[in-house]
């Protein structure tokens, strides 16, 4: 059974950059057919897209995100991240990795896939 585990720094300042790391068990970063996924939720706000990497290496970030945020891996670890830069109080939110399928990733709700259980991003004002 795939499992996925987010860490991550929890409280951050203003202008900081912030990586975020998802470790993934049961399973292969490298096996084809899924995107391995960031999502964030702002609080009280739906679940928000961040972008993905494949099994290829190949990343693909939002163009909302994509000036300030960037995801790699680490296939020795069996690991992917995500590094927020510049992070401001609007980026306050419970982020989340996941392994989708295209239709899940395009259905975007935390029953369908494989989903870990977030890791709090909190930047002080």
């Known amino acids: 059974q795939v499992q996925l585990q987010e860490s991550g720094p929890g409280l951050v300042s203003p202008s900081q950059t912030v990586s975020l790391t998802c470790t993934v068990s049961g399973g292969s970063i490298t096996t084809t057919g899924f995107y391995y996924a960031w999502i964030r939720q702002p609080p009280g706000k739906g679940l928000e897209r961040i972008g993905y990497i494949l099994f290829s290496g190949i990343t693909d970030v939002t163009a909302a995100h994509g000036n300030r945020m960037s995801i790699s891996r680490d296939t020795s670890k069996n690991q992917f991240s995500l590094q927020l830069r510049s992070v401001t109080p609007e980026d306050t939110a419970m982020y989340y990795c996941?392994?989708?399928?295209?239709?899940?990733?395009?259905?975007?709700?935390?029953?369908?896939?494989?989903w870990g259980q977030g890791t709090q991003v909190t930047v002080s004002s």
């Open positions: 996941a392994r989708l399928s295209n239709v899940q990733w395009s259905i975007m709700r935390r029953g369908v896939g494989d």
